[in-house]
């Protein structure tokens, strides 16, 4: 069976000061970990084709497949507010794009496909530890219900990469809306290339936001409409207990999707100040810091925009400013209707916004696990006697009584009876999320050879909302001894 691969590569189209066409480089032995079936399919490739010899050197970087036009992006970024001039593709090469099964152009990019000419002091590589989480977190996302790159394919290489130690090295397929960032438009304006801002306004408003071409002024609903899709964004995050751990502006896409999973992790037991990251040590980017964040990226993307808003300068600021000053309002709404839902509250109420707090309070003081807490939420009735599953997971148990009796007295202004309710928030609580732990496990297993406990893990996430009694054991929180307090970058 061939691979054929129905490329249009726009990006490769835009003028040359954008990118560096070079090609991946070959690896020593490409080896199968894992080919997304459902994927391949939506983009209209045969999953069959890809985990062949042929296949797999095409997932290696070791053959192209007709049609590409292979590229690194350059950008530029604030990393932890302090500004880097120049970053750019230094592990990832852009094979090129194809339109899926809904009609949207996704990237096709191998992510540790070998040096570039923006690879700084970096090798170019990766391990098949951060690949696999990447898989792994970034599919469960997806199937969690947030926007999301995805992962095709991950294959190892072959050859040792050197971290801590040798390590086996692994190149991830990532599929993306684009790999348009923050940091790209920023790139430009910093060298005040005003055609090439021009270009890549026109490229996102055509990509991203068609309806904003007609608008008066196009940048600024660009603008708008890219604000409006990272504060949803965020809430999502916030929903799920979801630590991005590095928020740079060079992470943060202009599709609105979640990208660059490095040290990222979902919090067991809960706290607003949670960090992993081992680099973040200042928790710039803890999790209740992640809508503040988003705010200051999005303030460093609407300064790149002003020439393109308006030709006077007051009125671009003041227009831009407006638009920034937007986020915290259109985030707060989306965060109350993310926890609405997680409450199960279909109503809107003066003080819904302070019942979700003060439920996250308690958590924070009674250390419950964020993830089984809300789902065992779902599970409770109108009898407070029957609340073990919620209050147990608290330290102090008596510490959810008080919350509860709020919560009972809030559901009586409801309409819906207990088991409609019970239904809709089993759909907005997911009973399994990627436990640090077990993301561990699968890594480790996966260096030894194992990839069993991935490909079981990828079942449970597959459809996370369900609850099948083959994974029960994959969404209990961790044990003291399984705790896992630090992620890493793996770059
Ligand atoms: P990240 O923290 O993954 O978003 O990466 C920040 C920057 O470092 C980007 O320009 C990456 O391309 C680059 N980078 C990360 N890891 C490597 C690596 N192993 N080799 C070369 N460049 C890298
Ligand atoms: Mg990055």
């Not at 992993?276 to 992640?290: E, H, K, L, T, V």
């Not at 409450?343 to 439920?359: C, V, Y």
């Not at 597959?462 to 083959?470: I, L, Q, S, T, V």
Request: charged share 20%.
């Amino acid at each position: 069976m061939t691979l054929t691969i129905p490329f249009d590569n726009s990006y490769a189209r835009l003028p040359e000061r954008f990118y560096t066409k070079l090609a991946p480089t070959p690896v020593a032995e490409p080896g199968l970990i894992a080919v997304n079936e459902g994927l391949a399919r939506q983009l209209g490739l045969d999953p069959e084709a890809l985990a062949t010899p042929e296949g797999l050197a095409v997932l290696a970087g070791n053959a192209l497949p007709g049609g590409a036009d292979p590229l690194a992006q350059v950008y530029a970024g604030h990393q932890f507010g302090g500004w880097v001039p120049q970053l750019g593709d230094g592990r990832a090469i852009l094979l090129g794009e194809v339109t899926d099964s809904d009609g949207i152009r996704r990237d096709i990019q191998l992510k540790g496909a070998g040096r570039t000419p923006y690879s700084r002091m970096g090798d170019g590589r990766a391990w098949l530890g951060p690949v696999m989480r990447e898989y792994i977190v970034s599919e469960a996302m997806y199937a969690l219900g947030v926007p999301t790159t995805r992962a095709l394919a991950a294959v190892t290489t072959g050859e040792p990469v050197f971290r801590e130690g040798a390590m086996p090295g692994a190149v991830l397929t990532r599929v993306a809306a684009s790999h348009v960032r923050v940091g790209t438009f920023q790139y430009f304006a910093a060298r005040r290339d005003m055609d090439a801002l021009g270009a890549l306004t026109e490229y996102v408003i055509e990509r991203h936001y068609p309806d904003a071409a007609p608008a008066e002024r196009p940048a600024q609903a660009l603008l708008d409409a890219v604000i409006a899709r990272q504060a949803r964004l965020i809430a999502q995050w916030m929903g799920l207990g979801f630590i991005h751990g590095v928020m740079n502006t060079d992470n943060m896409s202009l599709a609105g999707e979640t990208i660059d999973y490095g040290p990222c992790a979902f919090m067991d037991d809960y706290h607003p100040g949670r960090v992993f990251s081992s680099i973040d040590q200042m928790g710039r980017y803890a999790y209740a810091n992640q809508p503040q964040i988003a705010v200051w990226n999005l303030a460093q993307l609407a300064t790149c925009l002003l020439e393109q808003i308006d030709d006077d300068r007051e009125t671009a600021i003041d227009l831009a400013t407006e638009a920034v000053n937007r986020f915290p309002d259109l985030y707060q709404n989306a965060w109350l209707t993310v926890f609405r839902a997680k409450l199960g509250l279909e109503r809107e109420a003066e003080g819904d916004g302070d019942l979700a707090q003060n439920l996250l309070s308690r958590m924070a003081e009674g250390r419950a696990d964020f993830t089984a807490l809300f789902r065992a939420l779902c599970t409770l009735g109108e009898d407070a006697a029957e609340d073990g599953p919620a209050r147990d997971l608290f330290a102090e148990p008596a510490l959810f009584d008080g919350w509860a009796a709020l919560w009972r007295e809030r559901l009586t202004q409801e309409q819906r009876g207990t088991t409609a309710r019970q239904d809709a928030m089993r759909a907005a609580n997911s009973a399994h999320i990627p436990r640090n732990h077990r993301v561990e496990e699968a890594i480790q297993a996966g260096v030894a050879g194992d990839y069993a406990p991935f490909g079981r893990l990828m079942a449970a996430l597959a459809r996370p909302y369900e609850d099948p009694p083959e994974y029960a054991d994959l969404k209990i929180p961790p044990r003291p001894e399984e705790v896992v307090r630090q992620t890493f970058c793996g770059t």
